[in-house]
Structures are given as C-alpha cells and as structure tokens.
C-alpha cells in the first residue's frame, strides 16, 4: 500500500528529524547563555546553603517544563496543520485520510518533549551548579577561562545548527531539481489536448470478440464524426495508468536464450487511430489499418525493443512470438513512458485490437479545445449506443500524467517548508549567541 511512497515517508521523517536536532541545540544554546546570566544568583543561593543537587533538579525542571510547553504548543499546531495535510496532499497518498493526531502520536509527543527537555538541560545545568564560587559572588566577575568554554561550546552549537540547516536545505533543493527535470520529461506522446475514459464491458453483453470489436467500432465512427474531434482511438492499457501485460516470447532467428533470459515485452491493443490521437511519432514503417484485423498477426514496436533485440539492423517485416505463432513487425514508435516519467521505457509493441480484444478498454479523444468540454458529449454517444455501460475515469491526459507526481510535489513542499523552518531556527541561534556575546 505504501510502497511508492515509502522512501518518500522515511525523507520526511529524518527532515523532521534534523529540525528536531536544530531546535534542541538552540535550546541548549538559550540555556546556556541563561546559565551565565544567572551565575551570581546561583553561587549567592550556594553561598546561603543550597545544595547544588537541589539546584541541579530545580534547573532540570525548568528545561523540562520549557520542553512539555514547547510540545504542547506544537501539538496545539499540529492539530490545525493535520487538516491542512489533507486538504493540500494529493487523492492518491495512501491512508492521508486516516491520518490523525492519535494516542500514539500524544505519546510520542510526551516522550519526544521529556527526552529533549532533558538532555539538551542537562549540560547548561551543570555548567550553571559547577561555576566558580569566588569569582561568581564578586560584582561583574567572570573567569576568563569558564568564559571561553562557554562562548565556545555556543560557538559549536552554532556551527551544528548552521551545518544541520544547510543538510535539509540541500536535501530541499535536490529535491526540488529532481521534480523539475521529472516534469520536463518527455513521456513520448503529447497529452495536450486529449480526454481519456475507461469502460469496462460486461462479460454478459459482450461474451464473444466480435460482439467487443463491434462495440469499439461503433463507437469510434460516431466520436471521429462529432466536430471538434481530431482523433479518437482505444487501448487496453493507457500510459501512467497502473495497468500493464507483461508476456515472454522468442525473437525468429535468434538463438533461443536461457530459461532465466527469456525476454519479457509489455503487450498493448490500441486501433489504427490510437496514435494519431496521442501524437505518438512514427520512426519507422507504418501503423495499423482496417486491413489487419485478421491474420495475420502484425506489431508496432518501440524504439526501445527495436534497439534492443534488432540493434543496427531494420526491425519492419522482422518477427517474434512463441514458436508456433508469429507476429510480424510492421512499423516502429517513439517509445512512451508507461510504467512512470521516471523510468526508462520497457520493450513493448502494440498490436490491432481486432485481433485480441479485451473486456476493458480506454477511449482516447483529441479534440481542437479545451478537452473536458467534450466530456458530455462522450457521455451521451456512450449512453446511446450502450445505455448501461458504464463510463468510468473521466479525465484529461495532462490530468492522468500530472497525478503520478502529486506526492512528490506535495513531499518537495513539505521539505522546503522544514528547510525554511531550519533556517529560521538557525538564524535565531546565531541571533542569541551575537546578542549574548554583544
């Protein structure tokens, strides 16, 4: 369920993670230089018979009660910021909706605010109870070298600061990069202008591959005959749309390969039209006609398959298939990027869809407008030529394309705002240490 997110989730945490870090040494960067403001009052209270172990569990308490305020103030925010997560993350992020502020997550809250408390409260409390006694008690007395300990350990809780906030604001940036060059990718076909929508036909209604392919025919002629219509075509399997057929086949005239090295090619069923509506370029021979929708079988192949297994030779009138049937090469593609924009294109071939019609098909429209203006009107030819098929995923290709990157998008600003976060934290520190030191 979460595994094309599950890297994502993991670079979030430790995001959250560094910022966590950042804000723990300003803590302690704070209460250090609290620590040395109030070093005569607490050589005065050790002067008048405090026990420095009295005192150690007085500071100790306040840190902790600084970090249970700080968490329950963040938690207050997370409250608010839980629904803003859902209302801005994409449909398809899996459980987003079951995300909650939960018992467990209350926990983790009061363990995460103890625990830092704590730690980060410790060494500014020792500092404070171990100090000079002598020097303390005199009237604007400092010890140099105390002194330079502590500007020093401010100092590198400074630079920890800086190096943990240019860690997420690079992380940030990669990111960011990585998602640009993802969204200029070419996907091999052009989505502008393209309505998509699914249809599943009923095994009941149309049981043979005739009744199927009348069906497709029909409703093709009356699409490609609305005006506005460039081009309309079907598939059995749209680009970025989650569903792929995989089969193993031998290449005719080469040697036959290891049973672990059989070559496996996706396997797609689209009609003569469907290239035209996807813009999809023709490298090589020529696409499908009326003419194939018998025997014998042909295919339109990938540039990335007719580099692979025909490499410096013409791959049009070569064959492929099982050993006892063979399907001929008629022509070559741009290879498209089915599986996802940021992997590479998988040999694959296209075959008429007269010759394996299948019970779901995706209807691709190019129209001259805006695409989804059309989408009442394929309803309606739909409705009238079937009135209970039932149409399905109505959307536009730029739509279908642009989902797959949604998550990224949304983890891309869910970093930037942490980068921001800790830098602005780092900022505050180096704010607190100048000041101090000023």
């Given amino acids: 369920m979460v595994r094309d997110v599950r890297l994502t989730l993991w670079v979030l945490l430790g995001a959250v993670g560094l910022v966590l870090l950042i804000a723990c040494a300003n803590v302690a960067n704070l209460l250090l230089a609290r620590a040395g403001a109030r070093r005569r009052e607490i050589a005065m209270r050790i002067a008048l018979g405090a026990a420095r172990g009295r005192l150690l569990r007085q500071l100790m308490t306040e840190s902790v009660l600084l970090g249970l305020t700080g968490g329950a103030l963040g938690l207050a925010l997370a409250l608010g910021g839980v629904k803003l997560f859902k209302t801005l993350g994409p449909e398809r992020f899996p459980m987003l909706a079951e995300t909650s502020v939960d018992a467990p ?16 409260g410790l060494a500014p409390a020792l500092a404070g109870i171990r100090a000079n006694l002598q020097e303390n008690l005199k009237e604007g007395g400092r010890g140099s070298g105390e002194s330079f300990r502590r500007n020093r350990a401010r100092g590198m809780l400074v630079v920890a600061e800086m190096a943990l906030a240019l860690l997420v604001l690079t992380g940030a940036s990669l990111m960011t990069r990585s998602l640009i060059q993802l969204q200029h990718t070419n996907p091999g076909f052009n989505p502008e202008g393209v309505l998509i929508a699914s249809l599943t036909l009923p095994a009941s209604q149309y049981p043979t591959p005739e009744s199927r392919v009348g069906l497709y025919r029909r409703m093709l002629e009356r699409l490609n005959a609305e005006p506005g219509v460039v081009a309309a ?154 009135r209970g098929l039932p149409l399905s995923r109505l959307i536009t290709m730029e739509q279908a394309v642009d989902t797959p990157t949604a998550s990224r998008r949304f983890s891309v600003v869910l970093i930037a705002i942490f980068a921001g976060v800790a830098l602005l934290l780092a900022a505050v520190g180096i704010y607190g240490v100048i000041s101090f030191s000023v």
Wanted: no cysteine.
């Fill in 105 to 120: 997550v209350l926990g983790f809250t009061l363990a995460i605010s103890l625990v830092t408390g704590l730690l980060f």
């Fill in 233 to 386: 075509g079907v598939t059995t399997s749209l680009p970025l749309g989650g569903s792929n057929t995989g089969i193993s086949l031998l290449i005719e005239g080469q040697p036959p390969p290891r049973p672990t090295e059989v070559p496996i090619f996706w396997q797609r069923a689209v009609d003569p039209h469907y290239f035209r509506a996807m813009r999809i370029p023709v490298k090589r021979g020529r696409v499908f006609t009326d003419l194939d929708a018998g025997k014998p079988r042909v295919a339109v192949i990938n540039e990335t398959m007719a580099r692979r297994h025909w490499p410096n030779q013409d791959p049009v009138g070569r064959r492929f298939g099982n050993g006892r049937d063979w399907i001929t090469v008629v022509g070559v593609v741009q290879s498209v990027r089915h599986m996802s924009l940021a992997a590479e294109p998988e040999p694959e071939f296209y075959e008429p869809y007269p010759q394996n019609p299948g019970g779901a098909i995706n209807v691709v429209v190019r129209t001259a407008g805006d695409p989804m203006r059309f989408g009442p009107a394929l309803r309606r030819i739909v409705r009238e030529i079937d």
